[in-house]
């Protein structure tokens, strides 16, 4: 990528030397995909063979204990006592078993609902994910245009997760669920990071006064909602946060506006005050298009917005390409008149005869080449200088910080590349590596040969914890089963010891129907073999 890196440096007249050698510009070139899918909940659940996992026995105690402790006897000591002695029991279990057991580092992905709220419900949760053997689980802190910070307590432009429940009298103003998720992990041996969306803002975000300036546009002068499925009225006043958004449904924000910076960067600011043991960031990217092609238009590129468009101009030193970057951006391509006519303004500036240029049209195509180049190499900077900025809050605090991506999502072929424009594998090599590794085969071997890639472009000292999409004991939705795909990983001799497991959802989706449906009651059976 260095052509790439220095291109902004290069005169016109350095251009103008190209083309009169007939050399032209090289393309760099990768291609490696991946797919994301969602769908149903499965329609039944399979305990499966999990690593480390609790018995039946055992389950049912801590079940009952937790019912009897939290739930229904919550004035009697003694429960208390002995549903908090078994935790400990299973905690030192579970440290003991991840030790020794491959994965070291087994996690799942959860999101919270204000009914977690109500005593049992989350603790439930939490004992579910325990008795599968995980030790770690990334709950979603920033999400949908919504955030998990108090009502009392929120210094953003985004709405509190809790805010209907505090309405309706069901928690208090100042009820701190992401504060309540991190003792509930802590006291299980479970490592409680937050997951959190980077550069897509949620449609609310589009609500709140002042911040236009600092939403992604194209080419054609849209934002990335401009052509949302949402009914307007519907999803007005945050109600987008309960309808299912689709990537022309999230609102991208442009990763050169201060304000987009500021307002992520000081939400991340309040999220790791509560002490979490890590922090993920999602969405570090641009929009994808409908079908994921390549695209090789600089006007698909998201690099219109005001801040954006602006440092990218002001960057090219020379006025004249800069001149004709403009011409570029505006109108989408370069002719062999907009050549002439800056080489003559150039010229006539520097009171010099302007150059004999032999092949106008051939030059056109090079100055085109050049300027996509330049333009898709700002396209990626501003997503490193992004995530720079607003993981800095974690950093400061030393905690690990870590980035969810899809690993095609930086591709590149023939100079086409990939529109989310996500160039991952120029993260710090500090940041975790988590990679959606979601291919569909029924051997698990397509999702290893993923994460190998990953791997390959992977610094030593990076941590690299795949994401693995489906649930236990079946396949789903085309998803390999996780001991499937787990063998697969084993066979490839990878180096690793973290894996996740997308997501609690599709692992216990009656607990989350249930709690996304405001009905579970911390009462519900036991899931056992």
Not at 36 to 65: Q, T
Request: hydrophobic share 35%; charged share 20%.
């Amino acid at each position: 990528m260095k052509y790439q890196k220095d291109s902004n440096k290069l005169t016109l007249r350095h251009w103008l030397t190209i083309a009169s050698l007939g050399i032209l510009p090289i393309v760099t070139s990768t291609t490696f995909t991946g797919q994301a899918i969602a769908g149903a909940l499965p329609d039944k659940i399979l305990w499966g063979k999990p690593s480390c996992d609790v018995n039946n026995a055992e389950i049912l105690r801590k079940h009952e204990l937790r019912k009897s402790a939290l739930v229904t006897n919550v004035s009697d000591p003694k429960t208390k006592t002995q549903y908090q002695a078994i935790l400990q029991k299973h905690k030192s279990e579970l440290q003991a078993c991840r030790d020794r057991t491959f994965p070291q580092t087994q996690a799942t992905w959860l999101r919270l609902y204000p009914n977690d709220a109500k005593s049992g419900v989350l603790e439930d949760v939490f004992d579910k994910v325990a008795n599968r053997g995980y030790n770690q689980i990334f709950v979603e802190v920033f999400y949908d245009g919504r955030i998990l910070l108090p009502v009392a307590n929120n210094p953003t432009p985004w709405r509190s997760v809790m805010e209907e429940a505090v309405k309706k009298g069901e928690v208090a103003a100042d009820y701190d669920l992401w504060q309540k998720a991190i003792a509930i992990g802590k006291e299980r041996g479970i490592k409680v990071y937050g997951w959190s969306f980077a550069m897509n803002f949620g449609y609310g975000y589009s609500e709140v006064r002042g911040k236009a300036a600092a939403l992604a546009i194209n080419g054609n002068g849209e934002n990335s909602i401009a052509n949302s499925n949402f009914d307007r009225q519907a999803v007005s006043n945050g109600r987008a946060f309960y309808e299912d958004a689709y990537e022309v449904d999230h609102l991208f924000v442009d990763p050169y506006s201060a304000i987009a910076r500021n307002d992520l960067t000081n939400a991340v600011k309040a999220l790791v005050q509560r002490n979490p043991d890590g922090m993920v960031f999602d969405y570090v990217r641009y929009p994808n298009t409908s079908a994921g092609a390549l695209i090789d238009n600089v006007k698909q590129l998201w690099i219109y917005g005001q801040s954006s468009q602006a440092m990218l101009l002001n960057s090219i030193g020379d006025k004249n390409v800069r001149e004709l970057m403009a011409i570029y951006l505006q109108k989408g391509n370069i002719t062999t008149d907009d050549v002439l006519q800056t080489e003559q303004k150039l010229a006539t500036t520097l009171k010099v005869k302007p150059t004999n240029i032999k092949n106008v049209q051939q030059t056109a195509a090079i100055a085109q080449n050049l300027l996509w180049n330049m333009a898709t190499n700002h396209a990626y900077q501003g997503v490193l200088g992004f995530v720079k900025t607003v993981t800095s809050p974690v950093k400061q605090n030393n905690m690990p910080i870590g980035a969810v991506f899809f690993s095609g999502g930086n591709r590149s072929e023939s100079g086409k590349y990939d529109p989310r424009m996500q160039p991952w594998e120029r993260f710090p090599s500090y940041m975790e590596r988590h990679p959606m590794t979601y291919a569909l085969c029924d051997d698990g071997k397509c999702v290893a040969e993923q994460v190998s890639e990953v791997i390959r472009q992977s610094a030593p000292e990076t941590l690299v914890c795949p994401i693995l999409a489906g649930t236990w004991g079946q396949s789903f939705d085309g998803h390999a089963s996780f001991e499937t795909q787990t063998q697969a990983i084993l066979l490839k001799g990878l180096k690793l010891n973290c894996l996740s497991h997308f997501v609690y959802s599709w692992i216990e989706p009656e607990s989350d129907r249930l709690r996304k449906e405001g009905k579970a009651t911390g009462l519900e059976p036991a899931t056992t073999r």
